[in-house]
């Protein structure tokens, strides 16, 4: 008899999440099916109100909104948001904070265990973002959570976050971006993101020109629409704002606010739906007047539109297709003069990249481009063809490509004088890998070691 010796269990989150990795053929494979069944055979179901996030753009602000007015109003939360910028734990916060690594330690372990099967029942494949939902949503369930806030990957039908029935469901900012996967328009966009409804129950619609075929989805399942201009309305000046329900739906204001904590013209968007969803589920989750100026004053949200301080000044933002970026240009735009805007770039090749240089590159004068960390990634020396070949770019220059994005913002900061801006931006592995060691703290011309 063959004596064969079998692959040690994992024991260390770094172990699971490479094991999970090697599980699945392909990296992303819509469908339902496969993770429905391992669900279902570890009986996994959130008992809290779930609110289930879904769009191109804005889904992680209105995640941690949405968060930090819960949290402001005394309740337990629970957040599930992907990907995360440093470390794996940030994708589930608990109570406001990153979860720690030994209550993910289990859930891993009860995946794998549902996921081979018992008494002959199928093994069954999981992608790593099917296994690590898994594993996180078995975490927020025994967390003894007030509210459950997840953030959907891709898409929404086909997502395995809604494998989870959302108690209200909202639908951020819709724009073109994962084509190959999610369809070639707006409206094929629009319908996956709309399959996070569910009938009876409200969806707030925050994209202020949404698609048709959201609007279409929500009357055919009988979902209860709340769309942004139509049931509730925002306006602002300088100085503060305010947003008013539609009497129909009681009618409920808030006046005076101040802006939320998140830097961004698009923000004022965001947190109108956020107080969308809010109101829809007052019943449910009652919340005061103060609780939402405390919450929305106070967020926090590494990477979007987040200034740095000292000298020179460093934006980092997050923006990876045409829409975000040509809002990360307005709010670039909108801070005043600098002699000179170093960019650091790094972004996957799949990305309309076209679209995202002709939408900035009027504000750049030196790019630093940077390969990422994943073979979907774009190298350097491509990103600087690309770059010198498009007529947006005439102006600047290519200054260097550099091995990882530390590297690129240390070349940019020996090239900048104080009174420099270097914005970091094109995806999330790009600005994860400057905040690898932390929030870096510049002065012009060096980096502390």
Known sequence: MLNIELPPHPTTLPEWLAHAER??????????????????????SLTCPVITVAGTNGKGSTCAMLEAVYTQSGYRTGVYTSPHLVHFEERCR??????????????????????????????????YFEFTTLAILRTLSRSGLDVAILEVGLGGRLDAVNIIDADCAVITCIALDHMALLGNDREAIGFEKAGIMRTGRPVVVSDPVPPQSVLDRALEIGAELWRIGKDFHFAGDQQQWGWAMHPSHGGRRYAGLAYPALRGANQLVNAS?????????????PVTAQAVRNGLALVELPGRFQIVPGTPTLVLDVAHNPHSVAALTENLDAMGYYPTTHAVF?????????????RIAPL???????????????????LAETLKAHPATAKSTVAGCHANPMEALQAAVSHADPADRIVVFGSFFTVGGVL??????LSAKHLPS
Request: overall charge negative; aromatic content about 2%; cysteine-free.
């Open 346 to 358: 790094g972004a996957m090749a799949d990305k309309d990249l076209d679209a995202m240089i002709e």
């Open 94 to 127: 608990v109570a406001g904070e990153p979860v720690a690594t030994e209550e993910l330690l289990p859930a891993f372990a009860e995946v794998e265990v549902a996921r081979k099967g018992q008494g002959g029942d199928e093994e069954i494949s999981l992608s």
């Open 23 to 44: 599980l699945h053929p392909v990296t992303i494979d819509m469908g339902l099916e496969r993770v429905q069944r391992v669900a279902q055979r570890m009986d996994l």
């Open 273 to 285: 739906g956020v107080l969308g969803a809010v109101e829809a589920l007052r019943s449910k989750l």
């Open 364 to 382: 750049i004068d030196r790019w630093h481009l940077t390969d990422l960390p994943l073979p979907r990634a774009s190298t350097a020396a491509a």
């Open 436 to 441: 690898q060691d932390g929030v870096p703290r």
